[in-house]
C-alpha cells in the first residue's frame, strides 16, 4: 500500500493500493487463480476477463465478469472429448462460477475468499473452496485453501462442518440430469481437501506458478483415461501491455496446457476522447450579426434563415423536423441519428443555433424526438456557451445554466417537409448464437434490408427482412421433446423451412398521453416467431430511479417459412415492468405477468451499463412450469452484452452490438420480442442518460 | 483481438448502404486511418489562405498542417486536414477534439504569464479530460518554470534567436515536460513542445503564415 504524492491543491490525491491482490493470472478455469486452483484475488472491479484454456482432452472457454468490488462471476463452455458413450461421445457443459471477497488483504493479513465452481450446471466441475492469498515481498503470492467436491479429492479427509452439523458428512450424488437447478444439497458436503501454490512475478510481464492440486479429475480418469496421479502443476504467464496473458503449463505429470486470455476494462474504449470531427467553433458574435440573413432589414422569421440552420445541423448528422422563433427565444427540434450520447446532439445543436440565428436570439430551446416522438427538452442559453466553451469545467457549469425537462408539449412549427421521411440500411448481417448443447457457435450470415417510414410524427411503418447464404442455425438435428406449447423450442424449424424471411413488419404509433408518459401501439408481423397486436404505457420521470410500464399483446404464431401465413397456437400475454436505476451503473428490471406458453411468472435482469453505454448483465424467468416441465436447464436464464459500435471504433454512431448467451432455448418464461419497446427507445434521451453523459456536451 | 473485434463489428453493422454516407465514411476511417476525406470547412479555409499551424505528434508520428478556423475571446481553433482540432490560447494548447484524448479545457493562465514574462518560478496549470467512461476528469499539475537561455533556430531556412523555456510538471500520477521558443526580436511564441495528455503524450508546433 502506498499513498501517492498530492498536489498543492489535494485535487488529484489518489491511493494507489499496490499489492492488494489484485489478480495478475487467470486459471485454465478462466479465473483469478493458479493453473488450475483458484486465488483470493480479484479483478479490477467492472473488469470482463475472456480466457480459452486446452489442454489433453479438454478445453474449457470462461468469460468472468467482476460485477462488484468483491464479487466476480463466470460463465464456462467446456468441451470433453470422450467424456460421453464410454469414450466415444464428447460432452459440452456449460457451467457458472461465483466468487465472493470476504477479507481484503492487508499488510499483515491475507485476503479470504469463498466461492463456488458450477453451483448451477450438470456438475462436472461442482466443487466449492475457501481460500487465503498472501503477498510478500511485493513479488510472491501465498495461496492456501481448502476445497469440496471436485476440489476435495486428493488426499481427503473428513469435513470439518460435520462436526458442526452430521449433514455435511457426505456429498449426494451428482444427478448430472436437467441441470439448472442450485445445486444446495451438494454444496460443501462430503469430504474435504487442502490445496495451495505459489505464484512468483519474474518482472511486469513474465510470472512462474507451482500449485498443488486437489482435484484428482476423478471423472475424467474414468471414462476418458486422464492421468492426474501426481499433484503438482507448473506454469508460466505472460502478460502483454494491451491486456492479453499466454500462459504455459505441464499438469498433473502428465499433459501439456495453453492458455490465452484478454481482460478488458469496459470504461476503456479504443479512444477516450473519440474521433468525431469537431464541432463547429463558436462564432465571435459580431461575425454572426453580418451573416447575410441576419442583416439589418431581415425578418427572423424569413425562411431562408431555418433553411440555413437546417442544413447546417444536417451536416451534423442531425434533422431538424420542428422550428419556431419567437422574441429572442428560439425552439428547435431534432432528430438525433448520429450521436450515441444525446448531450453531443444537444451541444452541437447549441453550437449551430449561436452560430446562424440573429444575436438576438439569446434563449435556445432543444427538443430531442425519435421518429417524431418528443422525449426531452433541454434549455440553454448563447451567453452560457460563449462564457463556457473553454472553460475548465466548461460542460458542468453548462448544465447548472441550462435546463432538462420532459417534451410533452409539442411547440408549434412543424416544418412542412420533414414528413413521410424514409431511413434504410441495406448490406451484411450476421447472427450468432453461442454454446448451446450440441455445438458452441453457430451463425448465419446474409444480406438484410431493414427500413422505417415515418408518415407523421409518432407513425411509422418498419420492417426487417433477411436473406441468409449461409447457416449453421438449422444444422441442429434436435427436436423439440417440450411438453409445453413449442412457442420458442421450435427455433431449429424456423431456421430450417425459411428463405427470405421476414423478420419483422409493424405499423407503429408512439405518442405522449401525458406528462412522463409514452405510449406504443404495434400491429403486424411482431417478431420472427410471432404476429398480433401490442400495447403499451410507460411512465418514466426524467429525474428519478424508478419507471414503470405495462404491455399487453395478442400473439399468433407465425408458420416456418417466416412469410406471412400464421399457425393455430394464439395467446394474450403481457406483462407490468419495474425499471429501477441503482448507484453505480447497476440497473434492475423486473417484468412480470403471463408468458407465451401461458405460463404466469416474473423475469429478473440485472444489468451492470457503465456511463459509455458498455452493458453486461444477466437475467433469469422463473414462472409456474415446473422444472421438469420445462427441461433441460430447469428454468430460462442467460447472460448478455451490450456494446455500443462507437465503443470500438471511437467515432459516435448509434448501432449497438447486443448478444444473448443462453444456455438453452425452451418453453416455459417465454416472452414476445416486440420492437421498439418504449423504455429501451426513449432511455439513452431521458434527463439521467443525458446529465451522465453531459461530459459530451462541448465535444 | 480488438481489431478483430472492431473489424467484425463494422463489416456486419456498418458496411451497408444507408441513406447518408456517414456510416460508410466511419468504416473507411477506422479502417485505414489517415486517408479520410478531407473536410469541406478545412478546404475552404486553405482556399481562403487562412493561417496555419505545423504540427507533428511525438509517439505515432502523425504530423501536417492545420489551419486557423478563427479566434474568440483569446482562444484559437485550428483545424486539420480530417476535421479534427487544436485549441490555443497565445499558443499554449487548451484543448483538443477528435484527435482520441479528449483533453476539454485548460487553465493555463499562471503558465502564460510567467512564460511571456520571462520569468522563472513555480506556477499552477489544470486540465480537464474526457475519460472513456465519459466523463470528465480535472486534473491540477505543479509546474516549475526554467530560462534556459538563448537558441537560434531555423525558422522558414532563416536562423531566429530565440530564448528557450522549459516548464516541468507534475501531478499525483502524471509527468510533463514542455519546452517554448520565444522570439527575441519581438517576445512572439515561435517553437513549442506540449503535452495533450496521457493518450496523445506530445506534440510539436509552430505556427507559419498562410
Sequence with gaps: MRLALCTVLGIGCVLLAEGSAKAQNLSTYGTPGLVDMPTAEMLPDGDLAMT????????????????????????????????????????????????????????????IGVGLRDFGGTGVYSGEYVVLTKTFAERWKLTGGMGWGRLGERNSFRNPLSYIDSRFETRPPNDFGTGGKFSTDQWFRGPAALFGGVEYKVNDQLSLL?????????????????????????????????????????????????????????????????????????????????????????????PTLREVLRARLEQQGLRMVGYDIEGGRATVEIENGRYNAAAQAVGRTARIMANTLPPEVEAFGITLLRNGLPITSVETHRDALYELENDLDGSWRTLARSEIRDADERPVGIIEDAYPYTTYRFGPYARLSFFDPDDPVRYEIGAAFVGDLILRPGVLLSGLTRLPFVSTLDDTTRVSDSVLP????????????????????????????????????????????????????????????????????????????????????????????????????????????????????????????????????AFATFTNVSSEEFGEGSFDKGIRFEIPVAWLTGRSTLPKIRQTIRPVLRDGGARLQVENRLYDYVRDERAGRLVGQWGRFYR | MRRIAVAAALLTLLAACTKTNYEFDVVRSTLQPGKAPPDPRVQALIAANAPRLQIAFLESGLAGAMVLEGEREGVRTWLSVDGASLLTRQG???????????????????????????????????????????????????????????????????????RLMRETCRSADQEFLNVYWFSQADGQLVQSRQWLGDFLGVVTLREIAG
Design chain 1, 52 to 111: 480459452g484454456a486446452v489442454f489433453r482432452d479438454t478445453a474449457r472457454g470462461t468469460v468472468t465478469f467482476q460485477m462488484l468490488p468483491w464479487v466476480y462471476g463466470s460463465f464456462r463452455y467446456s468441451y470433453l472429448r470422450g467424456f460421453d458413450g464410454g469414450g466415444t461421445g464428447s460432452r459440452y457443459d456449460r457451467s457458472f462460477d461465483i466468487h465472493f471477497r470476504l477479507r481484503e488483504e492487508t499488510r499483515h493479513g491475507p485476503a
Design chain 1, 210 to 302: 507451482a500449485e498443488y492440486s486437489s482435484d484428482t479429475y476423478s471423472t475424467e480418469t474414468a471414462r476418458m483415461g486422464f492421468d492426474a496421479d501426481f499433484p503438482v502443476n507448473l506454469g508460466l504467464t505472460y502478460r502483454f501491455e494491451n491486456g492479453a496473458n499466454i500462459n504455459a503449463y505441464y499438469m498433473y505429470g502428465s499433459t501439456l496446457g495453453l492458455q490465452f486470455s484478454y481482460v478488458l476494462d469496459p470504461r476503456k474504449p479504443a479512444v477516450p476522447g473519440g474521433l468525431d470531427k469537431a464541432p463547429p467553433m463558436l462564432q465571435p458574435v459580431d461575425r454572426v450579426a453580418l451573416a447575410s440573413w441576419n442583416l439589418p432589414g431581415r425578418d427572423a422569421r424569413d
Design chain 1, 486 to 617: 413449442h412457442v420458442r423450442s421450435d427455433w431449429a424449424l424456423y431456421a430450417q423451412q425459411s428463405d427470405l424471411q421476414v423478420n419483422y413488419l409493424t405499423a407503429n404509433y408512439l405518442w405522449r398521453p401525458g406528462p412522463d408518459l409514452f405510449a406504443r401501439f404495434t400491429a403486424g408481423y411482431l417478431e420472427e416467431m410471432y404476429g398480433g397486436l401490442s400495447a403499451e404505457l410507460l411512465w418514466y420521470p426524467g429525474d428519478e430511479r424508478l419507471a414503470l410500464g405495462a404491455e399487453v399483446n395478442y400473439a399468433r404464431q407465425r408458420d416456418f417459412d417466416m412469410l406471412f401465413g400464421f399457425q393455430d397456437y394464439d395467446i394474450v400475454t403481457g406483462h407490468a415492468s419495474m425499471y429501477y436505476d441503482f448507484d453505480g451503473d447497476y440497473h434492475l428490471r423486473v417484468d412480470a405477468g403471463r408468458y407465451l406458453a401461458g405460463d404466469w411468472g416474473a423475469t429478473f435482469t440485472i444489468d451492470r451499463e457503465f456511463n459509455n453505454g458498455f452493458k453486461v448483465g
Design chain 2, 92 to 162: 499554449l494548447i487548451v484543448g483538443e477534439r477528435g484527435f482520441g484524448g479528449g483533453m476539454m479545457a485548460s487553465d493555463v493562465s499562471q503558465p502564460l504569464e510567467a512564460l511571456f514574462d520571462g520569468r522563472e518560478g513555480q506556477v499552477l496549470r489544470f486540465h480537464s479530460f474526457l475519460n472513456g467512461d465519459d466523463r470528465i476528469v480535472t486534473r491540477s499539475y505543479k509546474c516549475h518554470i526554467e530560462d534556459r537561455g538563448t537558441q537560434e533556430i531555423p525558422v522558414r531556412g532563416q536562423p531566429v534567436a530565440t
